[in-house]
């Protein structure tokens, strides 16, 4: 199978200078900018550029038949947002104003110094992704219905929070910027990962790794690879993992954790689309896109000194929160269905019925594992399962063990002390028994076992203090 080639869209060069033209098509294929097209006759020019999306055009100004001044608002009105870089054999500044004022993006003065021309390149395809990434984004998110619903199958919901982001992705999965992915642990951010990769339509590799726990060795060789005789076990070369993600999605999960040194080396790959496998003597680039997610608050580490301010902006150029699930609560009961046909079909067994009061009790609680403790406490009800209808009993145990083993830097946890108050006459028992009833019931909607559940006490014995309550209440 071919390479696939670098940018998506042609880096077109006109100049009358063939030998310039080819020199430059050379530098730029050494350098991993492969999609090229070279025209020394400006006459055919402009065919070229008004069939066609182009990354970048290189436009010398003075040539032959038609000037590079007469093409630019050719190729401006053609495509308003294409970065268009001027090239002059003398710095004419009035030539060179009439220009940048008709939409020229830049301009260079022959002889063309190397580095220059590729660092101008670099910064005209990333502009060129943004005005593109901008125009695409407004006109998805105005968008009522998803492009490719069945990329966010594996995510059941009807949250409207939860729609938009998928929006959001569908809007910027095709570019080439990174995303960067938040929310607590559990609520699925490798699964909007996947999604992104699915919707960009690359056909390398999704490529995962956590990053959390690798020292700046460790993450070198993993994420770069190594050639043969890089360190002493180095008995042959290894691909990193950068590299198999060519032409795919390489996904960074905790980057909140990733070491300074690796940061460096990450920030370089970001700017440079570049890296060096250890032990090599020189660089290969890299066209994979990068997804990074993370449960920490990254800005906070970034004032605190351990995450680069630097490498920080470069990976937020898009970002997607996941809300945990104590926020899309209304998910709950389809959810619920969801991993109950799942665990029937892992467990070879079919489906039980859950109780009607089952989702009104777990809208009390705050799920602090979110998605993938729902998900195994609904595979641990079903393991335990007998016959007839579902047990809530294993639901009860693991909401009343987990809310005992919360501390308070659980994200969704309460402080228990805290939350009760005392008036300086202390309440009786019977009546501070009857204002947790009237709780209780109010937050189960008036279900009685799911309120007796909540309280730890039988139906009977919910049954006996609700009686006991005034009639607005009861």
């Known amino acids: 199978m071919p390479a696939e080639k670098h940018p998506v869209h042609p880096i077109l060069l006109v100049d009358d200078e063939e030998d310039l033209v080819h020199s430059l098509e050379s530098l730029l294929h050494l350098r991993g900018y492969t999609n090229t097209i070279a025209c020394s006759d400006s ?123 998928f929006r959001y992705v569908e809007a910027v999965a095709s570019t080439s910027q990174p995303v960067f992915v938040t929310g607590e642990t559990g609520v699925g951010k490798e699964l909007v990962a996947q999604a992104i990769h699915a919707v960009s339509g690359r056909k390398g590799r999704f490529v995962p790794i956590n990053v959390a726990g690798l020292d700046d060795t460790m993450f070198s060789d993993t994420f770069f690879g190594h050639v043969r005789g890089a360190y002493t076990s180095a008995s042959g070369s290894r691909e990193g993992l950068i590299e198999q993600a060519t032409g795919g999605t390489l996904f960074l999960d905790e980057i909140g954790d990733l070491t300074m040194a690796s940061q460096v080396k990450l920030l370089r790959l970001l700017q440079e689309r570049e890296y060096l496998p250890l032990g090599a003597d020189r660089p290969k680039t890299t066209d994979a896109r990068i997804v990074a997610a993370t449960n920490r608050d990254v800005r906070k580490r970034v004032l605190e000194g351990a995450f680069r301010e630097d490498l920080y902006f470069r990976l937020v150029t898009h970002q997607v929160r996941i809300p945990p699930l104590r ?132 139906r009977q014995t919910m049954n006996k203090y609700a009686k006991d309550l005034p009639a607005s209440d009861a």
């Open 327 to 458: 926020e899309r609560i209304g998910d709950l009961p389809a959810l619920l269905s969801h991993f109950l046909r799942q665990a029937a079909v892992a467990l070879r067994r079919e489906p039980p019925t859950p109780p009607r009061e089952l989702v009104t009790y777990l809208t009390a609680y705050d799920f602090p594992g979110n998605i993938r403790e729902f998900e195994a406490m609904v595979f641990n009800a079903v393991a335990n399962h007998q016959s007839g209808v579902l047990s809530m009993s294993s639901f009860v145990r693991h909401m009343n063990e987990s809310r005992l083993s919360e501390g308070d830097d659980s994200p969704s946890a309460p402080n228990r002390t805290d939350a009760l108050s005392f008036p300086d006459a202390l309440p009786t028992l019977r009546e501070t028994t009857l204002l947790l009833v009237q709780e209780a019931l109010r937050r189960a909607e008036q279900n009685q076992t799911a309120a007796a559940q909540m309280l730890g006490v039988s």
């Open 43 to 165: 006459r055919e020019a402009e065919a070229i550029f008004t069939s066609q999306r182009l990354s970048v055009m290189l436009l010398d100004i003075s040539m032959p038949h038609t000037t590079g001044e007469e093409l630019l608002p050719k190729a401006v009105a053609a495509d308003p947002a294409l970065p268009i870089i001027m090239f002059t054999a003398y710095s004419d500044a009035e030539r060179i104003v009439r220009c940048m004022k008709a939409g020229a993006f830049d301009y260079m003065v022959k002889p063309i110094e190397k580095q220059r021309f590729l660092t101008a390149i670099a910064q005209a395809i990333e502009i060129r992704g943004l005005r593109d990434e901008n125009a695409h984004l407004q006109s998805r998110l105005r968008g009522e219905e998803l492009r490719n619903p069945e990329a966010f199958a594996s995510m059941v919901t009807s949250d409207e929070r939860m729609i938009a982001a």
